[in-house]
């Protein structure tokens, strides 16, 4: 990588932190409901994954084509 791209992907992971920061700072949940949320979207992309691995997913109706709609926050 170069210098000018190793500055620009520092900016880009610097300002995805103040964001996640900040959107955990300013929303009306509790924590406890936040970590709860965050718990149950990391369980679901790890089966997402394991079952991409294993060769499951794949066709029409692959859950792992995201159709929106799922924001929590």
């Known amino acids: 990588m170069s210098k000018k ?9 610097a300002g995805a ?3 996640a920061g900040a959107a ?3 929303t009306p949940r509790t ?4 970590r709860e949320k ?8 790890l089966d997402k994954i394991k079952q991409r691995m294993k ?4 066709g ?3 859950p ?4 929106g709609g799922d924001c929590w926050i």
């Not at 791209?5 to 992971?13: G, K, P, T």
């Not at 965050?38 to 992309?45: C, N, S, T, V």
């Not at 060769?55 to 794949?58: C, L, P, R, W």
């Not at 792992?64 to 159709?67: H, K």
């Open 5 to 13: 791209s190793e500055q620009a992907l520092l900016a880009f992971l």
């Open 17 to 19: 932190a103040v964001a």
């Open 24 to 26: 955990l700072l300013f």
């Open 31 to 34: 924590g406890r409901e936040i």
């Open 38 to 45: 965050l718990g149950e979207a990391r369980d679901e992309a």
């Open 55 to 58: 060769g499951g997913a794949t």
């Open 60 to 62: 029409k109706g692959d």
């Open 64 to 67: 792992l084509n995201y159709d």
